[in-house]
């Protein structure tokens, strides 16, 4: 399988982890759900990321379902594979463990009491020491890790370690951020890849973002605005940006957010149950119902954009 | 004036503070501010709040401004006024100033180190104490300050003190809490307006709020969303509001988004100038030309409503 | 093995994990650790606490070093396990698994975006379920986990679920809380042990904690200090605490408090190496040269005081 | 008045506000206080801290309370005056004030939401622009702003700006800080101060640290050390400290401290009264029996000390 590098573009969705009932790992909707993504326009998959319920696995569960992942994906798209973990032993040995088994790539997100740039640095060379040479991305996600990371620190990070190739951004506000990180000319152009379930898509892809790795349930938003703004055609992208975005800001929410994302695959077709694990935050008939009256205006939206 | 109570409802519009380009309180463009906001629909103006920017004013400021608005008010709305102070001798002090000039209630948002329920509680009930009854606005905004308040504390409140008679609803997410303290049909029934930019006011009226009080530069979005709502015309409230949505989340963003709440006004001419006094996140060519952007899809969405 | 119940008292001493200076786990040592510290007065053992590098160790490995501590303690003091953990499955399976092996009990600091106390409530609601009749220890260390257990919250979770038997108190300032819940005479009495270093742990046991549950590299304070106190001679407990209040301010410093910790305990025999898994902070000279100036200080005031 | 500069040393006592029973400014306990804290070793004043009650104080009263303290030190010691403020205006206006008055600097903590070095830098851009050359204390105390200056932003606001002359050192744990900051001998040294209520004092001072700046109620204690330490007698610095500790330890709690220290300060004559202004946390019974028992063993210790 090819590495993830540099040139990473367009939409690596963050995939959920399917449960069962029961709260088993759903190996059966992985596979679909891995269809569902790549029919869609996904060029790339992220797994085992914050909306992935990571932190909800055991190690050997998570191993597992990258491999089972990765094979099933089978090289028609590079698979990400979140890693981030308080101790670097295992953040080390699940990395090795799932690019054994043919991950293009993993993601870090720098934690803990990180709070200062010389702070975030010095964990950075941790991570690069940790991984030895395996391509990783930054996640940059400070609403969740409560780690800012400033634009001087992106500078340092992508000189100082040649493996770090991309960056997962998704700081709010985060445009000037993507604004000051590209104009760095004279550093190593990394890939910048956004987040936050895609509400700012449009304006991050015209300020110099490379694409989306975020996990909203119509990943065909994300490779529609993406293509219709290579082709140049900004109305057409902010278009289907808009016949999307009520929908969008809906599924956002810290929260309920997942619940969301799962309902909606599950009755997409993606996933056979929209199970979480404990602990979560549920979603009830209110939230169903106002999930229904966004998706029937969302359908006549879709329709007349043609 | 009539003082605020239960039965506020509509659009609060938290109003900015006009400077001029060298700093000072522009008292003319108040003026304007004011009769812009009114011909919009607002059914109450509420200033010094935190978008007000009443942290960066003196005391003696504060209450020349508030005493300048309400005069230019002159009673046609009811104007509220953040009084949220490290201190209760100055919050008692300022909220005493603005009743005697005509303020129909004060505003405050819990703030420092609450960390438990009965920590919000024993601070309400100081407020209360400081207030001496004068009526007021739990705001909740833990985003900001945060103090995460739960629905079993406001009703703790609502039940010790008759003089709180409104919650600001900021927090996110917060559908759930609405319906949670809509649900508490045995205690006395407080307004409750919601902020967040309006960006989920549909939902939030349905889920039994009673208005919005929140600053976006088109009041004429939220006045006219809450109308179709109380006329039971869902799908049009929900029509102007995702003809609203793209520019209401590029305002809403922490940060550079007073900066373009301030453009928008200027540029529609509510205000003189669009400075704020320091320290301010600014706004340059870049998000100028964003909103240029999203301003000119607004007028074609509008103008396809009719 | 007899099952952790309310009536635990005396010193629970938070173990560290003893590594090889390659990283390993290093059993011989572990052996040694629970020799010394029963030698000095330990009343019980609770191991993979925070400051116990819990979260640098796999799953497998927490097994594992529980599983030795269990057998090497053989029955003579009971062991408690901290089981901590983002998600409840994990937390279920290694607090069975240890159960199974023989522990006492387990120890669970909510944590997460918990920020009310209904959320508080939740959470150990479903702590509890998920143990299922298991003994456990609720911890209260906002500091570090920035979750605020009140006194109305303990009271609560006390009434509501006959299992969780101790409070590990470790909130700072948390004097005026101990007296709070010893006053709540109307509630099962668990026991309280007390954390942070045991620098306040004199007038801990004044307002009714019934030892200490934490790591000093000298138990022999924190049982001497006990023994007087249930002796009834405070100023012989005082006597006794000041003399190694110097050292003891000195190692509960956050942050390179541990390195100072495992310093101590390899100069003492206890452990062979002091090594620490990453991410650390290190101690170096000047840190050494600190802690050898106050040891030296601290044995003279302790031969004087016979 | 001679200005603040870098050679500052000795013990700036961090004084408290006197209040009367009913909340006004005490003025004529201000006068007996100066000269408590001058009669004990004060070299300099620092009023309207965070531990002086500062937000709580109307800008009248800083004004006024600062030209009181000001004309009774006459010229004895220098005063620092605490201007921190949400907004550059009113801390300009402020600093204006005091420096007019006499005042021999002025102290801020930078505030809000500075989450990066480039933004702590920005501030204090901003805070020199805002000062004009007046002289001023950076003040390093994130356990209570949320704020972290990594050492190698001190050094940039230090080259950056003649007009900073002293780091009000905070940080804990701060003692590798202190030292990094002393090793930067390619930079103007400041002078440092340590607060914390000189808990740390002994080793602040062994790792280049000028003094305290700090407000224990026995100022006697930092004033002997310091001299002791001045003198090459470290063990005679570390007696005298030690004698105090278990005081200085009870009276540095965040929450009750504030109490414990206007307690002592009124009964040793300093003030007429403990009261302090809301909002507040109160001490007891309890909490005032603990103090006194702490008291008779220091008188105690400082007898057979000589």
């Known amino acids: 399988m090819a590495l993830l590098d540099e040139s990473a573009a367009g939409v690596f969705i963050i995939a959920v ?9 759903d190996f059966a909707s992985a596979d679909a759900m891995v269809e569902f993504y790549l029919a869609r326009g996904a060029t790339g998959l992220t797994i085992l990321g914050m909306m992935g319920e990571a932190p909800k ?11 089972h992942v990765v094979r099933r994906v089978a090289g028609r798209v590079p698979v990400v594979v979140g890693v981030s973990s308080p101790g670097f032993a295992a953040m080390g040995e699940l990395a090795r463990a799932v690019m ?8 870090v997100a720098p934690g803990g009491a990180l709070r200062t740039d010389d702070a975030v640095l010095r964990y950075c060379g941790q991570v690069a020491e940790t991984l030895g040479g395996i391509p990783w991305v930054l996640q940059d996600f400070p609403q969740s890790t409560g780690v800012f990371i400033s634009p001087s620190v992106i500078r340092r990070v992508v000189e100082g370690d040649p493996s770090c190739v991309m960056l997962k951004h998704e700081d709010w506000p985060g445009l000037a951020k993507i604004s000051t990180v590209r104009e760095m000319t004279d550093i190593r152009r990394i890939s910048i890849l956004v987040g936050n379930g895609g509400v700012f898509l449009p304006e991050e892809l015209r300020r110099g973002a490379d694409g989306a790795m975020t996990g909203f349930a119509f990943p065909e938003m994300m490779s529609g605005v993406y293509a219709a703004h290579r082709a140049g055609d900004e109305q057409r992208a902010s278009d289907l940006f808009d016949a999307y975005l009520p929908l969008a800001r809906y599924e956002q929410q810290p929260g309920p957010g997942l619940g969301v994302r799962k309902y909606l695959l599950h009755k997409r077709g993606a ?8 602990p979560v935050v549920g979603i009830g008939p209110r939230e169903i119902a106002e999930v229904e009256f966004l998706l029937a205006r969302q359908a006549l939206r879709l329709a007349a954009l043609g």
Do not use: C, K, N, Y
């Open 57 to 67: 696995l055991s190690v050997a569960e998570s191993v597992a379902f990258s491999r």
């Open 271 to 278: 996933i056979a149950s929209a199970a979480q694990r404990r």
């Open 17 to 25: 982890t399917p449960f069962t009932d029961t709260g088993a790992i």
């Open 100 to 107: 054994d088994d043919g991950a293009a790539g993993v993601m």
